[in-house]
């Protein structure tokens, strides 16, 4: 176990806390992190040695260092886009903007990426390039198909990518790996059902979407339960149903978005036919019309074995190998980080929160004590790949 860097990281840890509680008071949904970007950038020139480019896929950012005459290459990225929940805590630093907070740690995962950068540019203990991506839109899975689509490895090659993200519920500052499938792909799609108003006092006058709208969410819940084996992994999940404002009318239209989360490319495409047809079965059995939105399509995060294991390894010696867990469940949770991972090997791990309220929650609270970990993991994969 090694801890000449964790003990130098938290020695400034109430820099990265400062960093981060910024960011959480000032949080902005994907693909519009106009002012986060910013700061990220006033922060890496303070740090100086980085070589930043600004604006890719949008509001992404790509911070490179070279050090001695290696050609090998690592990539590290971070997400800071924040949701569109309020906060429910009574946080010194809670979030003053209505509707929008840091409720994933995105906020963290950003600081522990920059820690990681302010010590690496102070030592530069290591032989190639390190590439940093700040990624926007994870929430959205819009960041980092945006990215790639903008050259993102074309303009800023490297050998392997890696990722990670805080889990409440998983032991305090410890990792989780594992190889091949590790989150799920996710579709989010939205669904219009148009009918007719009507006053609510005559009713038979109107058809009425909200009528259309609850069938059609029960019937959904049909197709993971009865078309595939409880061996299989699927979520059908209707996470909003928005229509009519008012008590005493019959409204016109009805919005449901839904996320769609699947293990396995087969079993995908079988769900996602089925949510057409029962979509527009429901809707022509109550004389509704419906438009369906479909999002960007989901793909399955698969972690490669060797750059798994690799990581795990370098975990273990960094942190003790009582802090390191190499047979995580994987997650119905999805991550954008998926489509990065389709293009290069790497891995994407946990790391404990401990017994919080889960991320997306309105209490969720991120530990800084982990802040100071996770740029201490990051150093270590780039000190030990860039040997």
Same mark, same amino acid.
């Given at each position: 176990?090694?801890?000449? #860097?964790?003990?130098?990281?938290?020695?400034?840890?109430?820099?990265?806390?400062?960093?981060?509680? &910024?960011?959480?008071?000032?949080?902005?949904?994907?693909?519009?992190?106009?002012?986060?970007?910013?700061?990220?950038?006033?922060?890496?020139?303070?740090?100086?040695? @980085?070589?930043?480019?600004?604006?890719?896929?949008? !509001?992404?950012?790509?911070?490179?260092?070279?050090?001695?005459?290696?050609?090998?290459?690592?990539?590290?990225?971070?997400?800071?886009?924040?949701?569109?929940? %309020?906060?429910?805590?009574?946080?010194?630093?809670?979030?003053?903007?209505?509707?929008?907070?840091?409720?994933?740690?995105?906020?963290?995962?950003?600081?522990?990426?920059?820690?990681?950068?302010?010590?690496?540019?102070?030592?530069?203990?290591?032989?190639?390039?390190?590439?940093?991506?700040?990624?926007?839109?994870?929430?959205?899975?819009?960041?980092?198909?945006?990215?790639?689509?903008?050259?993102?490895?074309?303009?800023?090659?490297?050998?392997?990518?890696?990722? =990670? &993200?805080?889990?409440?519920?998983?032991?305090?500052?410890?990792?989780?790996?594992?190889?091949?499938?590790?989150?799920?792909?996710?579709? /989010? @799609?939205? $669904?219009?059902? !148009?009918?007719?108003?009507?006053?609510?006092? =005559?009713?038979?006058?109107?058809?009425?979407? $909200?009528?259309?709208?609850?069938?059609?969410? +029960?019937?959904?819940?049909?197709? #993971?339960?009865?078309?595939?084996?409880?061996?299989?992994?699927?979520?059908?999940?209707?996470?909003?149903?928005?229509?009519?404002?008012?008590?005493?009318?019959?409204?016109?239209?009805?919005?449901?978005?839904?996320? $769609?989360? /699947? +293990?396995?490319?087969?079993?995908?495409?079988?769900?996602?036919?089925?949510?057409?047809?029962?979509?527009?079965?429901?809707?022509?059995?109550?004389?509704?019309?419906?438009?369906?939105?479909?999002?960007?399509?989901?793909?399955?995060?698969?972690?490669?074995?060797?750059?798994?294991?690799?990581?795990?390894?370098?975990?273990?010696?960094?942190?003790?190998?009582?802090? %390191?867990?190499?047979?995580?469940?994987?997650? +119905?949770?999805?991550?954008?980080?998926?489509? =990065?991972?389709?293009?290069?090997?790497?891995?994407?791990?946990? %790391?404990?929160?401990?017994?919080?309220?889960? #991320?997306?929650?309105?209490?969720? #609270?991120?530990?800084?004590?982990?802040?100071?970990?996770?740029?201490?993991? @990051?150093?270590?994969?780039?000190?030990?790949?860039?040997?």
């Amino acid at each position: 176990m090694s801890t000449e #860097v964790l003990e130098k990281i938290t020695s400034e840890n109430n820099i990265l806390k400062s960093w981060m509680e &910024h960011m959480h008071q000032m949080p902005e949904l994907a693909m519009s992190e106009t002012e986060t970007a910013k700061f990220i950038v006033q922060r890496l020139r303070e740090i100086g040695t @980085w070589e930043i480019v600004e604006g890719v896929g949008k !509001t992404g950012i790509v911070a490179s260092m070279t050090v001695g005459d290696s050609d090998k290459s690592i990539g590290l990225r971070a997400d800071f886009d924040a949701l569109p929940i %309020v906060e429910d805590n009574d946080l010194p630093y809670k979030s003053k903007a209505e509707g929008k907070a840091h409720l994933c740690g995105h906020d963290a995962h950003t600081t522990m990426l920059l820690g990681a950068a302010k010590y690496l540019a102070e030592t530069k203990k290591f032989n190639g390039t390190v590439r940093l991506f700040f990624q926007p839109g994870e929430e959205t899975m819009e960041g980092a198909p945006a990215m790639i689509a903008d050259g993102l490895f074309e303009r800023f090659p490297v050998d392997s990518v890696f990722g =990670m &993200h805080n889990m409440p519920g998983l032991e305090l500052g410890k990792f989780y790996f594992n190889t091949g499938k590790f989150m799920a792909a996710v579709d /989010n @799609w939205e $669904i219009e059902i !148009t009918g007719k108003g009507s006053h609510g006092s =005559m009713p038979e006058l109107g058809i009425d979407p $909200i009528v259309c709208g609850s069938s059609l969410v +029960m019937a959904l819940q049909t197709i #993971v339960s009865r078309n595939l084996s409880p061996w299989h992994n699927s979520v059908v999940n209707v996470g909003s149903f928005q229509s009519g404002i008012a008590g005493n009318a019959v409204p016109q239209k009805a919005i449901l978005r839904l996320s $769609i989360r /699947n +293990m396995d490319p087969d079993d995908r495409k079988m769900v996602l036919d089925k949510v057409r047809k029962i979509t527009k079965a429901q809707a022509e059995s109550f004389n509704c019309e419906v438009q369906i939105r479909e999002g960007i399509p989901g793909t399955v995060l698969v972690n490669t074995d060797e750059e798994t294991h690799w990581a795990a390894n370098v975990a273990k010696e960094t942190f003790g190998a009582d802090h %390191v867990f190499t047979d995580a469940h994987p997650y +119905m949770g999805s991550e954008d980080f998926a489509f =990065m991972l389709e293009k290069k090997k790497g891995n994407y791990c946990m %790391v404990g929160n401990g017994d919080t309220f889960m #991320v997306h929650h309105p209490k969720y #609270v991120f530990n800084q004590e982990l802040l100071p970990v996770g740029a201490t993991y @990051w150093v270590a994969l780039v000190e030990n790949y860039l040997q």
